[in-house]
């Protein structure tokens, strides 16, 4: 392990304190290595907000990057290697439903806690004779709801430390899961009215403000500061302040639709009127292209009749198609060797075509279009082909905008959220702007890619600055050389996502990405007490222009433009506290503004009220392992930016695990050995699958597999994150039913059918007795099957899903995420698996003696070669 730090990746966010006198606080002395020790900052430690970028090899410190400085990458390897493609699935008849033994593992959400009263400073004194302030307005909020059963906000632990040295330990950390997008339904949390905003901090009203009921004055839960409510808030009693949702629910939403009919959203045609502009590769081979044709032709069968499409080619040339003729398929052609120039784009856009059109006026020439596409006919490998991604992308940009766009930004503001163009990609970036040479010992190389990642990324801003979201969705064998076109996606607030072929997880993804319901002009406020700062911030976002929001005069707010708003985003929030905490509570307050697709304005406010505790066993129990192993890996993950940095982190890993059982655990007697907490009993078998996972492990042979599976994780939901670094495990039984089980070797039994979903795959596994068995494979092959797409029906990137039988040649995927238990003694065995004990001596010994010896520790064995005692099982 490297003994020196190594600069953290993305953007590093001065943030002024509000009280410049507070002492500096001083990092904890700790065995971890460098990425866990508190930073060393000249007052506050300044939260550093970090996209998932790729940084330069030139910039030695975090301080140095700016949204402008570029994102450089070195050299991408140039072969790619994949898993064999998916098996031909059968089709037996599947059950309507498939019942679950077991409900799915999921945390308890932050606690919403209003059950006693909130303590304040000495009450003032009031000319209109109240002497006290009324306490929040709602006992009905319990410790740990649920928010409308979804949780917006997760935190690492329900209950926050007093004493700062216990508080800060950095190997266990303390922070939260922020999930701006999540859509709600309509209900009393909804509001359509400006809000009642701190006018010293910024902050709004919430149910945890005290309310002086005769003046109707409300206290800032941030900064302590008294505000009035214009009246409305006097009331006889609290019982009356609970009509207002503001002070009931700790989540509302301020609904600005534009016009003054209460209650009314447009939603007819608003949602669909943002088109979606296809952009295609047309360098493929005949298998490649056959597979595309069809993917292509069941995404437009798909589509609600509104949706305006436009299809563009692209190779040498860039080819937009024109909707105008009814029956046949024709298209104009620009060159794609260097960006277009405003003539050539005014005679497109003011001529005669018609390049977005509603998909029910053009689906017969959309499949016309589709089935015109040729392979590419000249003798050249893949990878040397000519592709001009920049400029294809330029073009759809400009048909997006219209002859609006010459217009100034703001007096034109097209309705209905964020544009997409979706690009289908099967080979890297050759031709044109934006594109690096075919071969790597080109003498220029290093430069021209440094060229390519600049435009790239300003490409994607200029993107994101029209509304528009690029999605590269990739496949095939051929390298498409990721670190080139990544930036693109990843500053449009787009996704990058890796496919075998284009064929069944590419057409689902290729729905999805269309489907998914995306705000735009989001921004996220995080305020905290005066207890907490935040020190990092990681997600799909960057620092705001303080241009773009309001400011209040002490405001500490920390502000991130989100680059979209979707549901499958989270961002994930590292704090520490600035020293002893005096009061029973801490409070946070996520305010998140955004359009979404209905043309309406909404300002989401989430407020979290935590309890302050000086035990530390106390605060043990209210830690969330699920969520604490996720918050854990993405601070991991976010250093592991090339395959020695992941050596490095899973060396990272085992410190951090036995820094938190010297801190928090217990010391055997007579022994050197240390016993875990048994209060945090998942969170080490967490971070043993994180270190074996494709994220850190060797399971995935390619940097261009990493990096899109590490970006793709930095910016992911807490469901699809959690599922990316500890699979779940689901056996078939007998009926039909699923007995969740844990994510052990022991699963592989030859009479079961095992599914194991991890995200970004969910694989089937059938034992060699039960593939024997014809009538009883294929029954449990359907469940298993109609099951895995259940999980992942509204996921996005859509996994594979792949089936294979015991012993064959792709079921060491499945075996790769597992932990090797059978390795263990049968007593350790038995505690962990205790299914294990319905099987009888002989079933045990066949069990035992399908599994081949290899070097790879079981979670004992390793725990027992860091000197600590396991947990034992929860």
Known sequence: MANSPQPSIGYSVSITPSNPDTPTPHPEKTPIAPPFASPVPSRFPPPRLQQDQITSPLIKTPNLLSPANGVITGSPIPHMSTPPGPPIFSSPIRPAAVPFRTSPASPQPVAFSSGSSLPTPSPPHFSNGSTELQHQVSDAIEDSPTLGGSPYVLFSAHKVLKQKKQANIPSLGFGALVSPGREISAGPQIIQRDPHQCQNCGAYVNVYCNILLGSGQWQCVICRKLNGSEGEYIAPGKEELRNFPELSSPMVDYVQ??????????????????????????????????????????????????????????????????????????????????????????????????????????????????????????????????????????????????????????????????????????????????????????????????????????????????????????????????????????????????????????????????????????????????????????????????????????????????????????????????????????????????????????????????????????????????????????????????????????????????????????????????????????????????????????????????????????NASFDLSLRMVAPRCLMHREGGTFEELPAHDLAMQSDAAVVLDHGTDVFIWLGAELAAQEGRSAAALAACRTLAEELTESRFPAPRILAFKEGSSQARYFVSRLIPAHKDPPYEQEARFPQLRSLTTEQRARLKSSFLHFDDPSFVEWMRSLKLVPPEPS
């Open 257 to 714: 639709t534009g016009n003054k009919r209460p209650g009314f959203i447009p939603v007819s045609d608003s949602r669909m009127s943002a088109p979606i502009v296809l952009v295609i590769d047309e360098c493929l081979d005949e298998p490649h292209l056959q597979h595309l044709q069809s993917s292509l032709h069941a995404f437009v069968d798909s589509l609600p009749p509104t949706t305006r499409i436009g299809i563009i080619l692209y190779g040498r040339t860039v080819s937009v198609y024109d909707f105008s003729e009814e029956s046949v398929a024709s298209a104009d052609v620009l060159p794609g060797d260097k960006s277009p120039t405003q003539e050539a784009l005014k005679a497109l856009i003011y001529g005669t075509g018609i390049y977005l059109s509603p998909i029910h006026a053009s689906l017969p020439v959309v499949h016309t279009i589709f089935s015109s596409l040729r392979p590419y006919k000249l003798n050249i490998p893949e990878a040397s082909r000519d592709r001009c991604v920049g400029t294809a992308v330029e073009v759809a940009l400009a048909i997006i905008q219209g002859p609006s766009g010459e217009l100034s930004r703001g007096i034109v503001k097209r309705a209905g959220g964020n544009s997409r163009i979706i690009v289908c990609a099967g080979g890297p970036n050759t031709y044109g702007p934006g594109s690096v040479p075919h071969s790597f010992s080109h003498p220029n190389y290093p430069h021209m890619e440094k060229t390519a990642l600049k435009w790239m990324e300003h490409l994607g801003r200029e993107a994101h600055r029209h509304d528009t979201v690029v999605d590269i969705l990739c496949a095939g064998t051929c390298p498409v050389r990721v670190s080139i076109v990544q930036p693109l996606a990843k500053t449009s607030g787009g996704v990058l996502v890796l496919h075998d072929d284009f064929g069944e997880a590419f057409g689902v993804n290729l729905q999805r990405a269309s489907a998914r319901a995306a705000g735009s002009h989001g921004l996220l406020e995080i305020r905290c007490s005066d207890d907490i700062i935040i020190t990092q911030v990681v997600g799909p976002g960057e620092e705001a222009h303080t241009d773009t929001h309001e400011t209040f005069k002490n405001d500490a707010s920390i502000s991130i433009q989100m680059l979209s708003v979707e549901e499958t985003q989270s961002f994930s929030l590292s704090m520490e506290t600035k020293g002893d905490i005096k009061g029973d509570y801490v409070f946070f307050q996520f305010a998140i503004q955004y359009s979404n697709v209905y043309q309406a304005n909404i300002s989401r406010v989430i407020t979290v009220r935590l309890p302050t505790v000086e035990s530390v066993s106390a605060y043990l129990e209210s830690v969330q392992d699920d969520v604490a192993a996720v918050l854990i890996a993405k601070r991991t993950l976010l250093r592991a930016k090339n395959y020695s940095d992941a050596i490095d982190m899973r060396a990272t890993i085992d410190e951090r695990v036995k820094d938190i059982a010297f801190k928090f655990g217990s010391q055997l007697p007579k022994s050197k050995l240390y016993r875990f907490p048994k209060e945090l009993s998942l969170l080490p078998e967490h971070l043993f699958h994180l270190r074996r996972s494709p994220l850190l492990g060797s399971i995935v042979g390619h940097e261009d597999e990493r990096s899109v599976l590490r970006n793709l994780f930095l």
